[in-house]
């Protein structure tokens, strides 16, 4: 079974900082994706990113990047130029290719501080 | 266009009661997800329909869960003899062949079990 690691459970920077979450998972297939949603106190799950495993570039979305190691099996997140709307909870999770269902990491509760 | 909705928004009831938890998706969606948020076991699955198919009730946590959807659209989430442990959010997705494998989700129903 899939597992995702999420090992930063709180963090906490300055607005218009960088910074990076992480997330590291487990798996033995060779095609899958990879997800960052964002869980704001409002509790709607909106996607931040999200990465086809076949995949070298990293996606981009604005602000938020990823880097994806594939060999490494990690998958973090960075959010730069943070703004105080970025406060959320972050969810990394996990796809197999054709299963549909997600499998999450436990979050990381990120507070942007003006 | 109109998110993806559920109802209540939030519920209490007294231990060994049924509840009823209601999810409507996106209109065209074909795919519907049900997951469960709680603190001691975080973001899991329960549940997924895709269109005509048998759903995929591997996520389940016991026999007093089940889940319907009706017509391909609207899903009810049936809780019987609610325990303490239930208590959680319930979140609700659906996504379409269309949509890149992104799940939309809905606000959730917060679940107190009294």
């Known amino acids: 079974a899939q597992t995702v690691t999420q090992s930063q459970p709180e963090m906490s920077v300055q607005e218009a900082e960088t910074v990076t979450l992480s997330c590291t998972y487990d798996?033995?297939?060779?095609?899958?994706?990879l997800f960052w949603y964002k869980q704001p106190p409002s509790r709607q799950m909106i996607l931040v990113i999200r990465?086809?495993?076949?995949?070298?570039q990293n996606a981009t979305e604005n602000r938020f990047s990823v880097n994806f190691q594939k060999a490494a099996k990690s998958f973090s997140l960075k959010i730069s130029d943070s703004q105080l709307g970025d406060t959320a909870m972050y969810f990394c999770?996990?796809?197999?290719?054709?299963?549909?269902?997600?499998?999450f990491g436990q979050g990381t509760r990120l507070t942007i501080n003006p | 266009g109109a998110g993806v909705s559920q109802s209540p928004s939030n519920k209490v009831t007294e231990k060994g009661k049924d509840v009823e938890l209601r999810c409507d998706p996106i209109?065209?969606?074909?795919?519907l997800y049900w997951y469960r948020q709680s603190l001691g076991q975080g973001l899991e699955f329960l549940i997924y329909?895709?269109?005509?198919?048998?759903?995929?009730k591997s996520g389940l946590p016991s026999d007093r869960f089940s889940a319907e959807r009706t017509g391909g659209s609207v899903s009810t989430l049936t809780i019987q003899r609610t325990q303490q442990e239930d208590s959680a959010v319930y979140l609700c997705?659906?996504?379409?062949?269309?949509?890149?494998?992104?799940?939309?989700f809905g606000p959730g129903t917060r679940l107190t079990v009294l």
């Open positions: 997705a659906s996504t379409s062949t269309s949509s890149y494998n992104e799940q939309f």
């Open positions: 329909f895709q269109g005509n198919s048998a759903p995929d």
């Open positions: 798996t033995s297939e060779s095609n899958y994706y």
């Open positions: 209109s065209g969606h074909t795919a």
């Open positions: 990465q086809e495993a076949y995949k070298q």
């Open positions: 999770a996990f796809m197999s290719w054709g299963a549909q269902k997600l499998v």
